[in-house]
Nanobody, 126 residues
Framework: QVQLVESGGALAQPGGSLRLSCAAS????????MSWVRQAPGKGLEWVST???????YYGDAVKGRFTISRDNANNMMYLQVSSLKVEDTARYYC????????????????????WGQGTQVTVSS
């Protein structure tokens, strides 16, 4: 069965960096678009970034220039390097598999994705 397992979340200071990881199994990872999304307490889902099977990357405006998405198809892994962290980056970060290829509308809704992991918590505080 499909499994997505995130790790790497932690408490970080403003301006700091973390590397989030997503281990995928149970499907053809190398041929699939993959995404990171996040949800802050009391707020809705926010799309963060997507990486195509071939490596093309897309970012939300809130994280562009600070976050970097990457993937290792040989090992079924996806990563999110989060840098220059801000307090407003505090959220639970999820690895998610979009239902479609390309970058469609509705990315801030869980229905856009067919699988996601349990999430990893990133807290940014001084």
């Amino acid at each position: 069965q499909v499994q997505l397992v995130e790790s790497g979340g932690a408490l970080a200071q403003p301006g700091g960096s973390l590397r989030l990881s997503c281990a995928a199994s149970g499907f053809s990872f190398s041929s699939t678009y993959m995404s990171w999304v996040r949800q802050a307490p009391g707020k809705g889902l926010e799309w963060v970034s997507t990486i195509a099977s071939g490596g093309r990357t897309y970012y939300g405006d809130a994280v562009k220039g600070r976050f970097t998405i990457s993937r290792d198809n040989a090992n079924n892994m996806m990563y999110l390097q989060v840098s220059s962290l801000k307090v407003e980056d505090t959220a639970r970060y999820y690895c998610a598999r979009p239902k479609r290829i390309g970058l469609g509308s509705g990315r801030n809704d869980w229905s856009y994705y067919d699988y996601w992991g349990q999430g990893t918590q990133v807290t940014v505080s001084s």
